[in-house]
């Protein structure tokens, strides 16, 4: 079960980051996604070269965190 998810704000703040979306609500009951419509959250980014958009919004993912209960 979901408790909380963290790292939203601070992941926004980085440059190039455009939007960060997160699907699931607090108590919502998560399971591993097994195809891309399962995701649960995603961040756009944009810079001058695709490798630096996908470092930017890879670094940005690192930061937010899904706080769960088995």
């Not at 980085?14 to 939007?19: F, H, I, L, P, Q």
Request: charged share 25%; hydrophobic share 40%; proline share 4%.
């Amino acid at each position: 079960m979901l408790q909380k998810v963290t790292g939203r704000k601070k992941a926004s703040t980085c440059e190039g980051v455009d939007e960060i979306y997160v699907k699931p609500k607090i108590g919502a009951i998560l399971h591993a996604p097994t195809a891309m419509r399962h995701r649960y959250a995603y961040v756009l980014a944009s810079a001058d070269s695709q490798e630096k958009a996908e470092r930017v919004a890879h670094e940005a993912a690192k930061l937010i965190k899904f706080h769960i209960t088995p």
